[in-house]
């Protein structure tokens, strides 16, 4: 499956942008989905992940972003959504969505995700 993020941008802090994930390639159903960051300096970081399907599991949250961004999937078309609301400079990252087909407990691991879209830029200042 690939995977392509877009909507990131410049936002000023306590602002919303919301993230898209379009896959194409194989069923996209058969995936759980996660999106992860990766800020100048430092090492990519979990970020929220969401269940195959919307019987599954209740979508995972970092702590640093529970309250303030929702992870939402729409297998119809194919896409993945993260809405973040509250921004804070600290959320500035390029911004990654994977897809793995792991065991749940496990979607926080960034080493058993199998596929990555090319991540987009979010950048958080006033």
């Known amino acids: 499956v690939q995977l392509q993020a877009s909507g990131g941008g410049l936002v000023q802090p306590g602002g919303s942008l919301r993230l898209s994930c379009a896959a194409s390639?194989?069923?996209?159903?058969?995936?759980?989905t996660g999106w992860f960051r990766q800020a100048p300096g430092k090492e990519r970081e979990f970020v929220a992940a969401?269940?195959?399907?919307?019987?599954?599991?209740?979508?995972r949250y970092a702590d640093s972003v529970k309250g303030r961004f929702t992870i939402s999937r729409d297998n119809a078309k194919r896409m993945v959504y993260l809405q973040m609301n509250s921004l804070k400079p600290d959320d500035t990252a390029v911004y990654y969505c994977?897809?793995?087909?792991?065991?749940?407990?496990?979607?926080?691991?960034?080493?058993?995700?199998?596929?990555w879209g090319q991540g987009t830029q979010v950048t958080v200042s006033s």
């Open positions: 994977a897809v793995t087909t792991i065991v749940w407990a496990y979607v926080g691991d960034e080493s058993r995700y199998t596929n």
């Open positions: 390639g194989r069923p996209f159903s058969n995936f759980h």
């Open positions: 969401i269940s195959r399907s919307a019987s599954g599991f209740n979508p």
